[in-house]
């Protein structure tokens, strides 16, 4: 195994999206979209050790005092634990297409308004070509100027990004983690998600006539069996968000086995 890997350095001048996804991926260690416990204290270290090369004034206060400062400002739900998009305000980024996205998408709503729209071959992925088309359409929206190579290098980074198993495609929950985590109603399926074989005796269950598809009384009833079976607690009103929210995949209120399919199962359908 090869020996700790060099901090990148944390400049506080402008960052390329590129450099601002080395230092996420330096912190988050594990991979989980968060920095948090151990991983906090290193980058919060590094932050003031590049603060003081910057000649930027550090006060003698005590280091657990000016991260719970720190965290007061930027820990934006105070879950105690930072994700990216709170990370990109600490960073500042001419090129923060997190928060581009965020205020164009902010939803999980729009967010799957926004997939249907540019999975345009029904594969249950984004490509890398579907993903450009998505980027161009959000700097547009947000009257972003954006050149042909700039566009090019946001397609490679959000790729390099979220793309965990490297296959230069996203898939639906890859893609979800652009979203800010208390609208990211997947990762609350992250626990509870079904091999192919229990998917489709769930879905069978729910289609009773067997036409390939599901409404939204159906969804509803079969979203609470889910959580009942996994023990998870679960509101009202967050049922009936995320039940709209998968409902934005459908087809004229028709859920089709395949984009329910994305939702629940591990790995996309091939």
């Not at 923060?96 to 902010?106: P, T």
């Not at 652009?178 to 079904?194: A, D, I, R, S």
């Not at 009833?221 to 009942?228: G, M, R, V």
Request: net charge negative; hydrophobic share 35%; glycine share 8%.
């Amino acid at each position: 195994m090869a020996g700790p890997q060099q901090a990148p350095h944390l400049h506080l001048a402008e960052l390329t999206a590129s450099q601002f996804l080395d230092i996420w991926r330096h912190f988050d260690a594990d991979g989980n979209g968060y920095i948090e416990g151990k991983e906090l204290e290193n980058f919060f270290q590094e932050l003031e050790s590049a603060r003081k090369g910057a000649g930027v004034d550090s006060k003698k206060d005590n280091l657990g005092d000016k991260m719970k400062e720190f965290m007061h400002k930027y820990d934006k739900n105070a879950d105690g634990k930072i994700e990216m998009a709170e990370l990109a305000q600490i960073l500042p980024t001419e090129e923060n297409f997190l928060l581009c996205f965020r205020q164009h998408v902010g939803s999980s709503s729009e967010f799957m308004e926004a997939w249907r729209r540019y999975d345009t071959d029904r594969s249950g992925y984004i490509e890398a070509n579907e993903l450009k088309g998505f980027l161009s359409d959000l700097l547009k929206k947000a009257n972003r100027p954006y050149d042909e190579p700039k566009l090019q290098e946001y397609t490679q980074t959000i790729l390099r990004m979220f793309d965990m198993n490297g296959d230069g495609k996203l898939g639906l929950s890859e893609m979800s983690r652009l979203l800010p985590v208390q609208e990211n109603f997947l990762l609350k399926f992250q626990g509870m998600k079904l091999s192919s074989d229990e998917f489709n005796a769930i879905f069978a269950f729910y289609d009773k006539d067997g036409n390939g598809f599901i409404d939204e009384n159906e969804l509803d009833a079969l979203l609470k069996d889910l959580y009942e079976k996994n023990k998870k607690e679960m509101n009202i009103q967050q049922l009936t968000n995320y039940r709209k929210s998968i409902m934005n995949l459908s087809d004229g209120g028709k859920l089709y086995r395949k984009e329910l399919e994305m939702v629940l199962c591990n790995e996309p359908p091939m």
